[in-house]
């Protein structure tokens, strides 16, 4: 009964956001954050609540990546040879396609996005990022606290000790809180209750 309620609430939903003169009705929930703060956890239990299956970027980003060229062996060299920052640069213009693409493809469903899609140093590359998420009033960054220390101090706890330099980057960096519509904090909650406090947040009642 719980879930036809859901899917009921969320067909309801659909129908108040028909979208211009095409008449295609759209509700796409995007998480945003950075590494390990619970994005995939969370995509999961939102998608069930919604009734909505869920779109993780991840699952296709091979596939856009290669799209417009992407090398994969000069990538793994540049990770190999211990140069993390190059290797992670070098996948910047390749991220960006894949939200673009990724967005264009989807409908109806819980997208999570890894953690650096959404946080881009070059200005041309933010704009796009901007861009392909404006008309999605449904996009959540989640972190474990407003306080930007204790989210680093946390994350740290769950990410590769080669990582955290790159995760903190990603906590610290503007952009997330740019892009986001709401903000939702996780520490001491449990996957449900953050699920909960982003339909709250969403202005979504299942109940």
């Given at each position: 009964?719980?879930?036809?309620?859901?899917?009921?609430?969320?067909?309801?939903?659909?129908?108040?956001?028909?979208?211009?003169?095409?008449?295609?009705?759209?509700?796409?929930?995007?998480?945003?954050?950075?590494?390990?703060?619970?994005?995939?956890?969370?995509?999961?239990?939102?998608?069930?609540?919604?009734?909505?299956?869920?779109?993780?970027?991840?699952?296709?980003?091979?596939?856009?990546?290669?799209?417009?060229?992407?090398?994969?062996?000069?990538?793994?060299?540049?990770?190999?040879?211990?140069?993390?920052?190059?290797?992670v640069n070098y996948c910047?213009?390749?991220?960006?396609?894949?939200?673009?693409?990724?967005?264009?493809?989807?409908?109806?469903?819980?997208?999570?996005?890894?953690?650096?899609?959404?946080v881009q140093e070059d200005?041309?590359?933010?704009?796009?990022?901007?861009?392909?998420?404006?008309?999605?009033?449904?996009?959540?960054?989640?972190?474990?606290?407003?306080?930007?220390?204790?989210?680093?101090?946390?994350?740290?706890?769950?990410?590769?000790?080669?990582?955290?330099?790159?995760?903190?980057?990603?906590?610290?960096?503007?952009?997330?809180?740019?892009?986001?519509?709401?903000?939702?904090?996780?520490?001491?909650?449990?996957?449900?209750?953050?699920?909960?406090?982003?339909?709250?947040?969403?202005?979504?009642?299942?109940?």
């Amino acid at each position: 009964m719980h879930k036809v309620g859901a899917v009921r609430r969320t067909r309801a939903i659909l129908d108040s956001q028909s979208t211009g003169f095409t008449g295609i009705r759209r509700m796409i929930v995007i998480l945003i954050g950075p590494m390990k703060v619970g994005k995939s956890t969370v995509g999961r239990l939102l998608a069930a609540r919604l009734g909505l299956p869920r779109q993780p970027l991840d699952k296709n980003r091979w596939k856009y990546y290669r799209e417009i060229g992407f090398d994969e062996e000069h990538a793994r060299s540049l990770a190999e040879n211990g140069s993390l920052d190059a290797a992670v640069n070098y996948c910047k213009p390749f991220e960006v396609h894949a939200v673009e693409r990724h967005l264009a493809e989807i409908q109806n469903c819980v997208a999570d996005f890894g953690a650096g899609y959404s946080v881009q140093e070059d200005p041309i590359l933010y704009e796009r990022v901007r861009r392909a998420l404006d008309p999605h009033p449904q996009v959540v960054l989640l972190l474990p606290s407003p306080d930007v220390d204790q989210s680093v101090v946390c994350l740290n706890d769950r990410v590769d000790e080669k990582l955290r330099a790159l995760n903190e980057h990603y906590v610290r960096h503007p952009a997330n809180r740019s892009l986001a519509k709401a903000v939702v904090y996780t520490s001491g909650k449990t996957p449900e209750e953050t699920c909960a406090d982003i339909l709250h947040s969403l202005r979504i009642d299942l109940l």
